[in-house]
């Protein structure tokens, strides 16, 4: 790679820090996206990223103004109605199902779910067609310094290299908060997720289904057919985290089964099709969002629960917010790395992410309650929601974030 001098900085090859890459290079900056890993681009490769995520309007859009939706539709599948089941009750029969329908608020859907190596490798890509991105791949930040004009990292071969901006978009671990002294707040939820993708004997027809009880919920996201044409989604299903390693050390057949139960059969047998991944579900908050001339965005900012989509589609938001204001910066022809700037950016998104996480929180705890009075309130609760379609009408819109 020859040497050239950046206007921005981007750590972390991930989705967030692709698509940052991709939009800043429209702007006409030019952009390094550091990466320490070498991912893998084929879904076959077991070092691949065999999730998925589902991603909501706002992100769609998004992804159009990056220039990889043209290429990423061909494997989305459209999530049509988003159904929650509650399975709380004390034989664990299904006794209540509502179904949020984006027609009922004038969307002929809620977004798209999209595997995670075809995005990946669609923006990587995009990047290196740019004249104004590169990625280096193989290499960890290992040292950071802010100075008045410019900021400069340390790589894991000694090598340095500086820009008026860094951008910290390198996970819920990330090296360059911790080597910007910024503290992070962590809450520890006492549960795993299980993440894999599962084929089904029911047609899923475009429909997200989330089903309660004690532990969290189990998530089945649409995807399209596999080649052989079965049926087939992407589940994240969250327990205790005792039970779920129990769960996870089960045969595979034992574990179908098991699947198929817990789904309550919603799609008929399930037969789990790829390998699980089990991870812990914390929840955490950087104290600040900027330091210098340094933004942290994504994960590398905040984490939360799988529960509604709001993960990634939180960290799209931090990442349209900083473009669009780099972008007027940029028109007034001022310094991409202004306090000003960052200091919008920071206290904005922390606020609004703030608010998300405790809305996620206060699902995921009614969700994973092995309470049974708590059980029968989120029962209440779900049938109240169900009868009233204006508060209905307002939970589907703040999903998307248009409230």
Known sequence: MAERNWDVIVV????????????????????????AHRPASKPQN?????RSTAYL??????LKKAG????????????????????GGTSGELRQVNNFNSQEIDQPHFGYNIPNWF??????????????????????????????????????????LSAKLIIAADGKDSDIRYLSKINVKKWDNNQDALAFITSHEKPHNGKSIEILESGGPCTFVPMKPSKNGSFQSAVVWMENRAKAKKIFKLTADDFSKTLTDRSRRVLGTCQVSSRITLYPIVSQLAERFYCGRLAIIA??????????????????????????????C??????????????????HRRLVTQSKMLGVSVLNKT?????????????VGLKIIENNIILKKGLMKAGLGYI
């Open 299 to 328: 994960e590398a900012a905040h984490v939360m629960p799988p529960i509604g989509a709001q993960g990634l589609n939180t960290s799209f938001e931090d990442i349209s917010f900083l473009i669009d204001s780099l972008e007027q």
């Open 68 to 87: 990889v939706w043209d290429d990423l539709k061909e494997h989305a599948e459209e999530l049509k109605i988003m159904q929650i089941c509650d399975a």
């Open 367 to 379: 969700s994973k309650s092995n309470l049974q009075i708590t059980k029968d309130l989120r029962n």
């Open 12 to 35: 972390g090859g991930g989705i967030a820090g692709l698509v940052t890459t991709i939009l800043l290079t429209q702007l006409k900056l030019k952009v390094l996206c550091i990466e």
């Open 119 to 160: 995005v990946k490798k669609s923006m990587t890509t995009k990047i290196k067609e740019s004249d104004f991105g590169e990625i280096l791949l193989g290499q960890k930040v290992v040292g950071l310094v802010t100075q008045t004009e410019k900021s400069t990292v340390r790589l894991s071969n000694s090598r340095q």
């Open 46 to 50: 077991q070092s691949a990223d065999l």
């Open 57 to 62: 309007l706002k992100s769609i859009k998004l």
């Open 330 to 347: 940029i028109l007034q022809k001022d310094d991409i790395g202004s306090q000003k700037l960052l200091k919008d950016y920071g206290i």
